[in-house]
């Protein structure tokens, strides 16, 4: 009978011990929180579940909750396609590969706050080199300050240009582990692009797309840094997503206990939400 070496884990204990005081510890004083009241020095009042009750009747919560839902929808439709086209159209050996690559890459370098900095100033009217086309040369009234149209295609643009780049380096490992075989049966048989696509390439994909799926929806429905430098949540409240709204009711208006219930709401959203992308996505590998 084979011994199983247990001295194993003493290997894994130093990340479980950095999860606990990174994940468990900040989540149980949030849970806390979220069932009190507190008004500073340590006093807490105990409110049970009135702040979740007091959330989900709330049409502010709703109304963010939908602009977070409809930003994450607007980013997956795009940038799911697009970066599948883009990572088609790269070329798969020779010198522009690793050309090709680092470009892509490029844009996921630059810190979050940057790429909001970078985007605000390059779309201001007055200032801005986006801007100043769009409203001087072009004639069109573009103003993302005043706009809540224009500020909705300025943070959809900006994340678009950010992370299509994630989907892309996916799509494309993705594609250049389909062995040749597959290509050379599909000419034979005089199948078209589209079919090639649809029946070998797609299907190939399915895993690598299935992980781009899913990092794109936790992270643009979980988005603050960006859109908050770029706009700040306005004009008026037209793009303050559940995050910058969580931020707000935290720092803002010091409404500790009702952050700390939306925190968690959002936490179970987000679980939700990307376990039933996950099941839709592989309930075929699963029967």
Not at 129 to 143: A, K, M, P, S, T
Not at 212 to 234: C, H, Q
Request: some cysteine; overall charge negative; aromatic content about 14%.
């Amino acid at each position: 009978m084979k011994t199983v070496n247990q001295k194993a884990w003493f290997f894994v204990l130093p990340v479980l011990v950095l999860v606990a005081f990174n994940a468990l510890i900040p989540m149980m004083t949030v849970v806390n929180y979220s069932v009190q009241e507190t008004f500073g020095n340590n006093v807490f009042l105990w409110q049970g579940l009135d702040w979740f009750q007091q959330l989900l009747t709330e049409e502010r919560f709703y109304k963010a909750l939908g602009r977070q839902f409809m930003f994450t929808g607007l980013i997956l439709i795009i940038e799911i396609p697009l970066g599948i086209a883009i990572a088609l159209a790269m070329p798969r050996q020779g010198i522009w590969v690793p050309v090709c690559l680092v470009l892509m890459a490029l844009p996921m370098l630059i810190p979050w706050n940057v790429v909001g900095a970078m985007w605000n100033i390059f779309t201001l009217p007055d200032i801005g080199l986006l801007g100043y086309f769009l409203n001087n040369v072009l004639g069109i009234n573009y103003d993302m300050t005043q706009d809540p149209i224009a500020a909705w295609i300025t943070i959809i643009t900006m994340d678009v240009w950010h992370w299509t780049s994630l989907v892309v380096l996916l799509a494309y490992a993705g594609l250049v582990s389909i062995p040749d075989a597959y290509y050379q049966a599909a000419k034979i048989d005089g199948a078209s692009n589209w079919s090639v696509f649809r029946f070998i390439q797609l299907p190939k994909m399915k895993p690598v797309l299935t992980i781009a799926i899913l990092l794109r929806f936790m992270d643009s429905f979980n988005i603050y840094t960006e859109p908050f430098v770029l706009t700040g949540g306005g004009p008026g409240n037209s793009t303050t997503l559940l995050s910058i709204d969580l931020v707000k009711r935290a720092l803002g208006q010091f409404d500790l206990g009702p952050a700390a219930a939306m925190s968690l709401i959002y936490f179970a959203i987000t679980l939700l939400v990307s376990w039933l992308f996950y099941t839709l996505m592989t309930k075929d590998d699963l029967n």
